[in-house]
């Protein structure tokens, strides 16, 4: 149940940063720069 919550949760929101984004934005802010540079 809690795992099937989980994916709906995301998809409801979508407002919400991806766990790459928030990483990203832990690392700082060159990671997103890179990340963004790459594509």
Do not use: F, H, I, Y
Request: net charge positive; aromatic share 0%.
């Amino acid at each position: 149940m809690s795992s099937k919550d989980r994916g709906q949760k995301t998809t409801k929101k979508p407002a919400k940063q991806t766990l790459k984004e928030k990483r990203a934005v832990k690392r700082g802010k060159n990671s997103t720069d890179n990340s963004v540079l790459n594509k």
